[in-house]
């Protein structure tokens, strides 16, 4: 009954009953592991800094592993600080060989996503100076699912274009993730994959990517836009969805309002629109300050929207 359909299910549940054509994660490259995420409070940040951090935990990892100490399915997992004093967030439970589309199958992964979550933390508990006395104090609500199905765009975006930086004409936002791929195969010394883009670090993500291929009324975002295995790995973040997201959503209107079909849609008027909400298109002149407090370095440049909104601004 809708005019107009954005699908941002994740599955691309919409557009495969819809009949639009995909691939199915695993069809050709092994599929991207699921990982639980979990919480753990009361861990002593300075403690594990001195110890060595990141690189110390690493060791670890590989320590517990080859001693036998603690079974870890996966050596490279990281923890992440939170807003919240002496908690961390971690992404380290791998679970692989099941398929996130199939309930029982995705229920066996919850179970095994829950399970592996207190295998890490007795070996955090154990193992890691700063952890002796932290605790799970929560997990996530749901296994967190890399991808299932990735649909056919009017264009498919590969990784040859992802490491050749390129900005297509009709590219819809800029991203400037490294190629991250948690493959499967838990004995590799490779377990996640990582590729940077070289040059500037950014490549233009093609606006052809979400609309899927002949579509005169849908869009798809998210995990499920038109992407090649490879080229997803780094294309799946947040930041990138949103984007997309952002995108449809303006393209939707444009679509409504001259009556233009998704496939045929003026990508000039839609990256003004885009440009006008401050979308970044073009490469920025500074580069942003990543380091562990950056974030509040890095100048908020008000769009003359903004300006009008909100004249404090000015
Ligand atoms: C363990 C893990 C760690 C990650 N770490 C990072 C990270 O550090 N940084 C980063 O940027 N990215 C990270 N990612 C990637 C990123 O989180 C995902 O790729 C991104 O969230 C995908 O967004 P999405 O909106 O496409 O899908 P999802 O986040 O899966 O959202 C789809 C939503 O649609 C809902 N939905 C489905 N069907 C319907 C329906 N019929 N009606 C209504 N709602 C429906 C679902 O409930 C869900 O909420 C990580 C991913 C995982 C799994």
Redesign the pocket.
């Known amino acids: 009954m809708a005019r107009r359909v954005i699908d ?4 691309a ?1 919409f557009c495969h009953l819809a009949g639009f054509a995909y691939e199915l994660a695993g069809e050709h490259e092994p599929v991207q592991s ?2 639980t ?1 979990f919480r753990m409070s009361n861990v002593e940040l300075d403690e594990y800094e001195r110890a060595g951090g990141k690189t110390m935990l690493a060791r670890k990892m590989q320590e517990a592993v080859s001693s036998g100490r603690h079974p870890l399915p996966r050596k490279e997992g990281s923890a992440h600080e939170m807003n919240a004093q002496k908690c961390i967030s971690t ?1 380290a439970v791998k679970v692989a060989g099941l398929s996130a589309l199939n309930a029982d199958e995705l229920t066996k992964a919850e179970v095994e996503g829950r399970r592996q979550a207190f295998v890490y933390e007795d070996f955090f508990r154990d193992d890691v100076p700063g952890y002796q006395n932290a605790n799970i104090i929560g997990l996530s609500h749901q296994i ?3 991808e299932t199905r990735r649909v056919y765009g009017e264009h498919r975006l590969t990784k040859e274009e992802c490491l050749a930086g390129l900005l297509p004409d009709d590219r819809i936002f800029l991203c400037g993730a490294p190629i991250e791929d948690h493959r499967h195969d838990a004995n590799g010394a490779d377990e996640t994959y990582w590729e940077y883009i070289p040059g500037s670090g950014v490549y233009g993500v093609p606006y052809g990517t979400i609309v899927p291929k002949g579509s005169r009324s849908v869009w798809v ?4 836009f038109s992407a090649t295995h490879d080229a997803h790995a780094s294309c ?4 990138q ?1 949103m984007s997309m997201g952002q995108a449809a959503g303006l393209a939707a209107v444009q679509s409504l309002r001259n009556d233009e079909a998704a496939n045929c849609l003026n990508v000039n008027q839609l990256q003004q629109g885009l440009r006008d909400l401050g979308a970044i298109l073009d490469i920025p002149d500074t580069v942003a300050d990543t380091s562990r407090h950056g974030w509040k370095n890095n100048s908020l440049v008000p769009t003359e929207r903004d300006k009008q909104q909100i004249p404090a601004l000015t």
Do not use: E, F, I, P
């Open positions: 941002a299910s994740g599955d549940d699921l990982t995420t992404v967190g699912v890399r975002v998210g995990r499920c799946r973040s947040m930041a969805t």
